[in-house]
C-alpha cells in the first residue's frame, strides 16, 4: 500500500452521495450529509459506547448492500448500530415504507406515554416531542388505560417519572460509562421494566447529573429546577469556571437575571460531549461562578429554535390549518439570546383554537 | 420401518445410564470421530447430511459451524440451547430425560469438531429435575473418560458445564441466552456481530438447539450421505415432533421429514387421529410462534396437493396459505376450540414474555394482548379486527429479535383465517361470552 490514506465508503442517502470511513454508521454518514437526512434517534448517543438499537426510531431500508453485493437488505435496519459498505444505498425519508414503521413507532411510543407535557419541564427540549411532531398523529387508537409505576425517590437531584420512560438505556450506560459506580439499572420485563435503585437508594455520584442531560425525555429531570419555568421562557448562555473536577463548559438557562438551570452543551445533535460535573450543574447557580462567553447556538432541535414550528413543516392538517391562521414568520438571523416572549406584540400569538380553525387555508 | 436416529433405544429401560447406553452402542461416534476422523471431516460429514437447525429458524448446521471464526489464541465455545418454551413443544424436555448421553455425546463430537475445550448446555430453569439428570449423566462420561482432560488419550480436553436458566422465554434466543449464561440480564444483543464472530465473553461462539447437537452422533456413525439420504429435498433427516391438542395420542414422535401432514394426524403409528366424534378445525404447526392453519389448508396445499412435514411444504404459498415447520410444536385443535381465546392466550404469553428492551415488541405485544382479551370478553369493537393486523404489521420485522415475529405471526394468520370467528365475537358478544361457548358458523372442517 503506498497510500497510507485509509480508503473512503461511498454511500447515498436518499439520493445524496456521500464518503465516510469503513465502520460509519449510516445514521453517522447520514449526519454527516446534513439534518434533513439524519434519521430521528431516541435512544442512539454518539459519546456512549453500545447506545443504540433499541428505539426503532431510526429504521431505514438499505436498497443496495454494497457495490459487491446490490441485492437490498430483506428488513427494514436501526441505522445507528448498522455499519456502511462501499457503495451502499439507502433510503430514509424517500421511502414510504420507512415512514410507515416510523409513524408506528411513534405509536407504540406514546400508547403508553402520560401526555402530561403541560407539566413536564422537558417540555420544549424533548426528542419524543419532536419526533411526534415529525411523526406523529393527532388521534389515538388505544383505549385502554396507561401504564403507572410506583413512584421511587432516587435522591435530591434527579426526579425520576417512570410513566414517562422509553427505555432507551441511556442512563444506564451513562452510569456506566462516566461514572465509577452504577447503582441503578433497568429492572423487570417486557412493559413493566423500569428504571430503579433496586432497594431504594439514592443515585450519589458526583457526575450522576448527567443522565438529566441524556435522557430523550422528561423521565430524568432536575429537580433543582423543577416547575421553575418553561424552557422557551429561559435564555440560554455558555459559560465556563475552572471546574477541578470536570471540564467546566456548561450552558446557563437565565430567567431574568436569575440562573434558574445549569445543563451541559449539546451539540447539534442534541448530544453532550463533554460531561459536567454535579458541582457545576446543582451548585453554581449564580452568575458571578461564571464566565459568561456568550450566546448559546440553539440546537435545531430544541423548541426556542427560529421557525421551528412553521406552517410548512406542520404535517397533521390539523396543526397545519392551525398553524397557518395564526402564525407569523419571525426573523430567522436575530440572535435567540434577546428573545424575551413578554416583549413580543400580543398579535404574536394564538388567537382561540375554534375561532382560529374556522378560517379554512 | 421409519429410520429412528435419535428415539431408536428409548425404550431400552436403564437408557440414563451409561453402562447401557454404552451396551446399545453409545459413545461408538465419539471413539471413531476422535480415532479416525479430524475435526474437519466431522464439520464436513456435518455439511453433507444437510441437517438444519431444529430450534425453529431451520438454519443449516453444518453451514453455521462453518461460519465460525478461528483467530489464533482466542477460545471457541460450543453452547448448547436447551432453554426449550415455546408452547406447544416439548421435544428437548423429553430427549434430555429420557436419553441424557446421546445430547452428552453429540456435546462432545461437536465440541471437538469446534476445537471448543468448553462447552454449555443452557437448561430452562423450570427443569430443575433434568438439569441434575444431565449431571449425573456428565459426571458418569467423566467417569469413564469420554470428558475431561485427555479424552481417550487424544490430548483433547474438554469440560462440559451445565447452566440452569431462569425461566425466561426470550434467553432461548441464541444472543440472549448468551447474555444470560454470562450473567446479565437476558436482553437480545444487536446483529451483527453474530455469535459466530462475537458471542460468548466477546469470542465466537456456536449456538445449537438439542435435537440438532443430538443428530451428530448418529451423522459420525453412519456418514453424512446416510443422513441426506432421508427425508426430501432440502429437508433431510428425521424431526420430533411434540404433538398436543385434541387428538388421540398426544406425545413425541421422531418422523421422517416428508410424511403427509393427513398421515401424521390419522395414522396410528403417531397421532392417531382427531379425538372420537369431533372434527380437525385447525393446527399450529411448529409451536406457537407460527401462523396457524385451518384445517383445509394445513392437509393440502393451496393447489390441491398433499402436505408434507417437511421445511418447504409446510412453508408452501407463504404466509397467505402456508406455516412453518418451526420447533415442530404441533398442536392440534378440533371445532370445540375458540381462536379468538387462542389468539389471546399466545399473545398473552408473547405479553408476559417480551424483554422490553425495543420499543414495537415492549409496547406493541401488550397492545395486542388487551385488544385481544377486549373482544374475547365481549366488548371489541368492528375496527378493533383492523387495528390488529395493523399493529402486527408494524412489529413484524422492525424489531430487535425475532420474538417480534413470533408474537405478530400468530394474530396476524389467526385472522386472516378466522376473521367470521372474530367478528361473531363482536357482533354477538352475549353470546360468545358465554362458558364453552364457541363459533359454530361456516367453516372447513375435516
Redesign the interface.
Known amino acids: 500500500m503506498e497510500d497510507n490514506k485509509p480508503q473512503l465508503f461511498k454511500v447515498t442517502v436518499d439520493g445524496i452521495e456521500v464518503e465516510v470511513e469503513p465502520g460509519t454508521t449510516i445514521l453517522q454518514a447520514a449526519r454527516k450529509i446534513g439534518p434533513e437526512v439524519a434519521p430521528p434517534a431516541m435512544c442512539y448517543y454518539q459519546p456512549l459506547k453500545g447506545s443504540g438499537g433499541k428505539c426503532r426510531a431510526c429504521l431505514v431500508r438499505v436498497a443496495a448492500g454494497s457495490a459487491k453485493d446490490p441485492r437490498p437488505m430483506p428488513k427494514l435496519v436501526a441505522s445507528c448500530i448498522t455499519p456502511v459498505q462501499d457503495g451502499m444505498v439507502v433510503e430514509n425519508t424517500t421511502n414510504q415504507q420507512v415512514i410507515d414503521a416510523r409513524n408506528g413507532i411513534v405509536e407504540f411510543l406514546l400508547i403508553n406515554h402520560p401526555l402530561d407535557c403541560p407539566v413536564c419541564d422537558q417540555a420544549g427540549e424533548c426528542d419524543l416531542q419532536n419526533f411526534a411532531f415529525d411523526h406523529g398523529k393527532a388521534t389515538t387508537r388505544y383505549e385502554e388505560d396507561r401504564r403507572t409505576f410506583e413512584k421511587h425517590d432516587i435522591g435530591p437531584y434527579i426526579q425520576l417519572h417512570m410513566t414517562r420512560c422509553i427505555l432507551c438505556y441511556r442512563c444506564v450506560y451513562t452510569a456506566d460509562q462516566i461514572t465509577n459506580k452504577r447503582v441503578h439499572g433497568v429492572l423487570g420485563r417486557g412493559d413493566a421494566a423500569e428504571i430503579g435503585t433496586y432497594i431504594e437508594k439514592a443515585i450519589d455520584n458526583d457526575f450522576s447529573g448527567n443522565v438529566i442531560d441524556v435522557c430523550p425525555v422528561g423521565a430524568l429531570t432536575d429537580k433543582t429546577y423543577r416547575f421553575k419555568n418553561r424552557v422557551w421562557f429561559t435564555k440560554p448562555v455558555d459559560a465556563h469556571r475552572d471546574c477541578p473536577t470536570c471540564s467546566g463548559k456548561v450552558t446557563l438557562w437565565y430567567r431574568g437575571e436569575e440562573v434558574i438551570r445549569v445543563t451541559a452543551r449539546k451539540n447539534e445533535w442534541n448530544e453532550v460531549t463533554e460531561f459536567i460535573c454535579n458541582t457545576c450543574r446543582f451548585d453554581q447557580k449564580k452568575t458571578s461562578d461564571w464566565v459568561i462567553e456568550g450566546p448559546t447556538k440553539i440546537s435545531r432541535s430544541s423548541v426556542i429554535s427560529a421557525n421551528k414550528y412553521r406552517a410548512d413543516t406542520i404535517k397533521p392538517d390539523f396543526g397545519k390549518r392551525l398553524a397557518a391562521a395564526t402564525y407569523k414568520p419571525i426573523d430567522d438571523k436575530r440572535d435567540t439570546s434577546q428573545l424575551d416572549i413578554q416583549q413580543l406584540p400580543p398579535e404574536r400569538f394564538a388567537k382561540t383554537l375554534p375561532s382560529a380553525l374556522d378560517k379554512e387555508p | 420401518m421409519a429410520t429412528k436416529i435419535l428415539t431408536e433405544h428409548i425404550n431400552v429401560p436403564g437408557i440414563e445410564t451409561f453402562d447401557v447406553y454404552r451396551k446399545q452402542g453409545g459413545y461408538t461416534a465419539v471413539e471413531k470421530a476422535f480415532k479416525t476422523m479430524t475435526p474437519e471431516e466431522v464439520v464436513e460429514e456435518v455439511k453433507k447430511s444437510g441437517v438444519r437447525g431444529r430450534g425453529g429458524a431451520g438454519f443449516p448446521m453444518g453451514m453455521k459451524w462453518s461460519f465460525l471464526a478461528k483467530p489464533e489464541g482466542v477460545p471457541r465455545y460450543l453452547v448448547c440451547n436447551a432453554d426449550e418454551s415455546e408452547p406447544g413443544t416439548f421435544k428437548d424436555h423429553y430427549l434430555m430425560k429420557t436419553i441424557p448421553h446421546l445430547l452428552i455425546e453429540g456435546m462432545i463430537i461437536s465440541s471437538y469438531a469446534l476445537g471448543a475445550n468448553k462447552s454449555f448446555i443452557y437448561v430452562r430453569g423450570e427443569l430443575m429435575y433434568v438439569i441434575h439428570i444431565l449431571e449425573k449423566a456428565i459426571a458418569e462420561a467423566k467417569a469413564k473418560g469420554f470428558l475431561g482432560k485427555n479424552i481417550l488419550g487424544t490430548g483433547y480436553d474438554l469440560e462440559l458445564v451445565v447452566q440452569p436458566g431462569g425461566g425466561?422465554y426470550?434467553c432461548g434466543e441464541e444472543t440472549a441466552l448468551l447474555e444470560s449464561l454470562e450473567g446479565k440480564?437476558g436482553n437480545p444483543r444487536?446483529k451483527?456481530p453474530f455469535p459466530a464472530v462475537k458471542g460468548l465473553y466477546q469470542c465466537p461462539t456456536v449456538v445449537n438447539n438439542v435435537e440438532s447437537i443430538a443428530t451428530t452422533s448418529w451423522i459420525v456413525n453412519h456418514g453424512g450421505e446416510a443422513y441426506a439420504a432421508i427425508g426430501i429435498g432440502r429437508s433431510t433427516g428425521t424431526k420430533l415432533i411434540s404433538a398436543s391438542g385434541h387428538i388421540n395420542k398426544p406425545g413425541v414422535y421422531e418422523i421422517e421429514l416428508g410424511v403427509p401432514v393427513e398421515d401424521f394426524i390419522y395414522a396410528d403409528e403417531w397421532c392417531g387421529g382427531i379425538r372420537p366424534g369431533h372434527k380437525l378445525k385447525a393446527v399450529v404447526a411448529g409451536g406457537s410462534s407460527v401462523p396457524i392453519l385451518p384445517a383445509n389448508l394445513i392437509l393440502n396445499l393451496a393447489n390441491g396437493e398433499k402436505r408434507l412435514m417437511t421445511y418447504e411444504s409446510l412453508s408452501d404459498g407463504g404466509f397467505q396459505t402456508g406455516t412453518m415447520l418451526g420447533s415442530g410444536g404441533f398442536i392440534v385443535m378440533d371445532e370445540t376450540s375458540c381462536i379468538v381465546r387462542n389468539t389471546w392466550n399466545f399473545a398473552r404469553f408473547y405479553?408476559?414474555?417480551?424483554?422490553?428492551?425495543?420499543?414495537?415488541c415492549?409496547?406493541?405485544?401488550?397492545?395486542m394482548e388487551?385488544v385481544l382479551h377486549?373482544i374475547e370478553y365481549g366488548h371489541g369493537h368492528r375496527q378493533d379486527i383492523d387495528?390488529l393486523v395493523d399493529v402486527a404489521k408494524?412489529i413484524e420485522?422492525?424489531?430487535?429479535c425475532p420474538l417480534g415475529d413470533a408474537a405478530a405471526w400468530p394474530v396476524a394468520s389467526a385472522i386472516r383465517h378466522f376473521r367470521d370467528e372474530f367478528e361473531w365475537h363482536i357482533t354477538n358478544p352475549q353470546e360468545a361470552t358465554q362458558p364453552g361457548a364457541v363459533y359454530r358458523g361456516e367453516m372447513a372442517l375435516v
Open positions: 425466561a426470550i440480564r444487536n451483527p405479553h408476559h414474555e417480551s424483554c422490553g428492551q425495543c420499543s414495537p415492549r409496547e406493541g405485544t401488550g397492545w388487551k377486549r387495528l408494524k420485522g422492525n424489531t430487535i
